[in-house]
């Protein structure tokens, strides 16, 4: 019964912990979603949201501002820096870009995240922030029958209920609005979209700046768990495996594949890592995706794609 | 921010305006091996701080050291390897007399360059990092591992546990597991710890986290689990906040936490909040706190707009980085003492090190007394020094709760003999003669 609960424990951590990849997950998603580039800046646009938003609060906390109110105040001004950075990215990354093939665009997703990451934190600043909107304690549940209970942090839950409440606002987004119907055209193919009038710059910065605000939102989560700080980018890295094993097209792929990442890295750091040296959770990971990648490349809910020769 | 890339811009065109042809001949380089962007910005800003305003005190209050200005250059590594070996090309030729030395505040770098460093005849002055065997000056002439080695905080850790439990004879059948940052920085007390439960008898089991450390939710719940005595953390950046938050979200108590030097930071533990109070960790000697140099960094730098320390000075790391460029001068100094008051190469520095001795009464007059007790350097010694205590965070400060731990070298001495001697056989290095040396 100890094992039980305890292999329970982690099992539950891992998922919880997933849905917070999953979190990152859903920016890159709804980017390639709509307009098919691959958007390697989604952990910038994380740690700029974040420092944004902790740093104004900061600003408004010692003007003696009312925390609901700088909350309210901080976010939006967090906003409005994501809705320029839209802007930006739109005019002189993506704009000119037009048409030209994924790869180009990918490769200027990553010049977009240096200049993001220098940006941000000579702005900002390159401290750790503490940001606090969340408890950040725990619940130990079933504690009469498992000895010491079942740990479940209060920060995880809420992660993952925000991440519902994201995934449900994006899915009526894509499948109900005119907008989201738009962005699923440009993604696949930017000329044919044009040519039927579909204006590919306002869907880009509209694209752009509905993942600045998912960002943002996965800043509150991962600021309150780490403090708002540059090692906020990697979890890029934490995000990719749960594309590849949910599918890039996907926003409920991107939950699951969170799930899988976060309940399997988990599992295999407690009960395998001391027996092969430790420290396996981050290319677990990725063992987990190529697995998945062998069996279905596109992902688990992710399109299949037909092309005609 | 902007304050400071003034203070910076002012700092550049002070040192433009010193490096011309006129004077370029009595400058004296030192390189500065520096990481103010990335993830462990946090730790690396207030130390790269300190190290750059003792250089600029000396030049401001002493005209430099008896009469050699001195002249430095930061270069961003991030604290990755690769950058930190380019940052070494780029600089170890610059000045008069090339580099003095480096400090590369990153373990992975030390290795790198430690293999390096010979060939070019610059010092490594690693303070309280690096390869703890490098204490050997016979085996590794270019290495100064000043004030205490990975091995000498392992040991004195398993002191302040035993302290706590009641005598060493209290530790046998407990459990003590150490939380490290997956890297040779991390890997490095591992034989020290497995040698003190061999000889104590208690249970160790050494936990990696992966780099930057952002997620170790897996290491806590297993922690958990196993539900060891005690804890130490070898942590650097964002891994050492994140390990006091998990391990308060598991009910780990804080109060069993030990952590090395490098997690016993402001940085640390204020982003953790009121999770931090009751953590522990090792002071390499000093504490934070103003003592008596501040007064004159205050009166020559804060009080004119020269300092580039804005909320970190005095902090832990600001205190460290005084204490670097103190040892690196004063190894300088003393190297003048030999080779006239002129600019110095590498060699002749390193003939400053192995000859370096920081009495009390130099101590009390270079403004340290109270961060440092006295340490003497030799062409074996490398170290000068194997003293260490323990402070703990009350949720505003440090407090230092303990008296002076001496490193056991009865079981730390022979491993650093033996990992020198293997190391010299791998290298195919000859140890130096000492008694031949002057």
């Known amino acids: 019964m100890i094992l039980f609960g305890q292999v329970l424990e982690v099992l539950i951590g891992g998922l919880l912990s997933g849905v917070l990849y999953s979190l990152v997950a859903l920016g890159?998603?709804?980017?390639?979603?709509?307009?098919?580039?691959?958007?390697?800046?989604?952990?910038?646009?994380?740690?700029?949201?974040?420092?944004?938003?902790?740093?104004?609060?900061?600003?408004?906390?010692?003007?003696?501002?009312?925390?609901?109110?700088?909350?309210?105040?901080?976010?939006?001004?967090?906003?409005?820096i994501m809705a320029i950075t839209a802007w930006l990215v739109e005019r002189f990354v993506l704009g000119p870009l037009v048409n030209q093939d994924g790869l180009t665009l990918f490769m200027s997703t990553i010049g977009a995240t240096f200049v993001l990451e220098g940006a941000s934190q000579m702005i900002f600043g390159s401290d750790v922030y503490p940001l606090r909107l969340f408890p950040n304690d725990a619940w130990f549940l079933f504690e009469s029958v498992f000895p010491g209970g079942i740990l479940v942090n209060k920060?995880?839950?809420?992660?993952?209920?925000?991440?519902?409440?994201?995934?449900?606002?994006?899915?009526?987004?894509?499948?109900?609005?005119?907008?989201?119907?738009?962005?699923?055209?440009?993604?696949?193919?930017?000329?044919?979209?044009?040519?039927?009038?579909?204006?590919?710059?306002?869907?880009?910065?509209?694209?752009?700046?509905?993942?600045?605000?998912?960002?943002?939102?996965?800043?509150?989560?991962?600021?309150?768990?780490?403090?708002?700080?540059?090692?906020?980018?990697?979890?890029?890295?934490?995000?990719?495996?749960?594309?590849?094993?949910?599918?890039?097209?996907?926003?409920?792929?991107?939950?699951?594949?969170?799930?899988?990442?976060?309940?399997?890295?988990?599992?295999?750091?407690?009960?395998?890592?001391?027996?092969?040296?430790?420290?396996?959770?981050?290319?677990?990971?990725?063992?987990?995706?190529?697995?998945?990648?062998?069996v279905r490349p596109q992902g688990l809910f992710g399109e299949r794609l037909i092309e005609r020769i | 921010m902007i304050r400071k890339l003034l203070v910076l811009a002012a700092v550049a065109a002070g040192t433009t305006a010193i490096a011309g042809p006129a004077l370029a001949q009595n400058e004296q380089f030192i390189p500065l091996l520096v990481y103010r962007t990335g993830p462990y910005a946090p730790n690396g800003i207030p130390f790269a701080d300190?190290?750059?305003?003792?250089?600029?005190?000396?030049?401001?209050?002493?005209?430099?050291?008896?009469?050699?200005?001195?002249?430095?250059?930061?270069?961003?590594?991030?604290?990755?390897?690769?950058?930190?070996?380019?940052?070494?090309?780029?600089?170890?030729?610059?000045?008069?007399?090339?580099?003095?030395?480096?400090?590369?505040?990153?373990?992975?770098?030390?290795?790198?360059?430690?293999?390096k460093a010979p060939g070019d005849k610059i010092p490594l002055l690693t303070l309280g990092y690096g390869r703890s065997e490098s204490r050997d000056g016979t085996v590794f002439p270019w290495n100064f591992i000043a004030v205490g080695s990975y091995w000498t905080a392992a040991d004195i850790a398993i002191q302040q546990i035993a302290k706590e439990m009641g005598g060493f004879d209290k530790l046998k059948g407990k459990k003590v597991s150490l939380v490290y940052h997956d890297s040779p920085y991390g890997k490095e007390p591992i034989p020290a710890l497995e040698a003190r439960a061999k000889k104590d008898g208690f249970e160790f089991k050494a936990i990696a986290v992966t780099h930057p450390g952002v997620e170790q939710k897996s290491q806590w719940l297993a922690i958990r689990q196993d539900r060891p005595d005690y804890v130490l953390l070898w942590g650097w950046g964002v891994m050492n906040s994140t390990a006091i938050k998990e391990a308060a979200a598991v009910g780990y108590p804080r109060d069993k936490m030990i952590g090395v030097w490098w997690s016993g930071a402001e940085p640390d533990v204020t982003p953790a909040g009121d999770q931090s109070i009751g953590y522990k960790a090792l002071m390499l000697q000093h504490p934070p706190g103003k003592f008596k140099v501040h007064e004159d960094l205050e009166k020559y730098l804060v009080s004119k707009g020269k300092s580039i320390a804005k909320d970190d000075f005095a902090q832990v790391l600001y205190n460290r980085g005084l204490i670097?460029?103190?040892?690196?001068?004063?190894?300088?100094?003393?190297?003048?003492?030999?080779?006239?008051?002129?600019?110095?190469?590498?060699?002749?520095?390193?003939?400053?090190?192995?000859?370096?001795?920081?009495?009390?009464?130099?101590?009390?007059?270079?403004?340290?007394?109270?961060?440092?007790?006295?340490?003497?350097?030799?062409?074996?010694?490398?170290?000068?020094?194997?003293?260490?205590?323990?402070?703990?965070?009350?949720?505003?400060?440090?407090?230092?709760?303990?008296?002076?731990?001496?490193?056991?070298?009865?079981?730390?001495?022979?491993?650093?003999?033996?990992?020198?001697?293997?190391?010299?056989?791998?290298?195919?290095?000859?140890?130096?003669?000492?008694?031949?040396?002057s």
């Open chain 1, 28 to 80: 890159f998603v709804l980017i390639f979603k709509a307009s098919g580039v691959f958007n390697f800046a989604q952990g910038a646009m994380v740690l700029l949201a974040g420092l944004a938003l902790v740093r104004s609060l900061d600003f408004l906390a010692a003007r003696g501002i009312p925390v609901w109110a700088a909350v309210m105040l901080g976010l939006l001004f967090a906003a409005v």
């Open chain 1, 155 to 294: 920060l995880d839950v809420w992660g993952g209920l925000i991440a519902g409440a994201l995934v449900a606002g994006l899915a009526v987004f894509f499948q109900r609005t005119k907008t989201g119907r738009a962005l699923r055209a440009v993604a696949d193919d930017h000329a044919a979209a044009q040519s039927v009038g579909i204006p590919i710059s306002w869907i880009w910065f509209v694209v752009w700046l509905a993942a600045g605000l998912v960002a943002l939102v996965a800043a509150t989560v991962w600021g309150t768990k780490l403090g708002v700080q540059f090692s906020i980018t990697f979890l890029a890295l934490k995000a990719l495996p749960v594309l590849i094993i949910g599918g890039f097209t996907s926003v409920p792929g991107a939950i699951v594949g969170g799930l899988i990442v976060g309940a399997g890295e988990k599992l295999a750091e407690v009960y395998l890592g001391p027996h092969i040296g430790g420290g396996i959770e981050y290319w677990f990971a990725y063992v987990l995706a190529l697995a998945v990648l062998l």
């Open chain 2, 50 to 115: 300190g190290v750059s305003d003792y250089l600029n005190l000396l030049n401001e209050r002493d005209g430099g050291i008896n009469g050699v200005k001195l002249t430095s250059e930061e270069c961003e590594t991030g604290y990755a390897t690769d950058k930190g070996v380019e940052c070494y090309e780029r600089l170890k030729g610059n000045g008069p007399t090339g580099a003095s030395y480096f400090s590369p505040l990153s373990t992975g770098i030390t290795f790198a360059l430690t293999e």
């Open chain 2, 324 to 437: 670097n460029s103190m040892l690196g001068t004063e190894a300088i100094r003393t190297a003048q003492t030999k080779f006239g008051n002129k600019p110095l190469t590498g060699e002749q520095i390193r003939w400053g090190f192995e000859n370096l001795n920081l009495t009390a009464d130099r101590i009390k007059e270079l403004g340290f007394e109270g961060m440092l007790k006295p340490m003497k350097f030799t062409c074996q010694d490398h170290q000068g020094a194997d003293q260490a205590r323990i402070q703990q965070w009350d949720g505003k400060a440090w407090k230092t709760i303990s008296e002076y731990f001496t490193a056991d070298e009865s079981i730390l001495a022979p491993m650093v003999k033996e990992q020198a001697a293997k190391y010299a056989a791998e290298k195919k290095i000859t140890p130096r003669d000492c008694s031949k040396e």
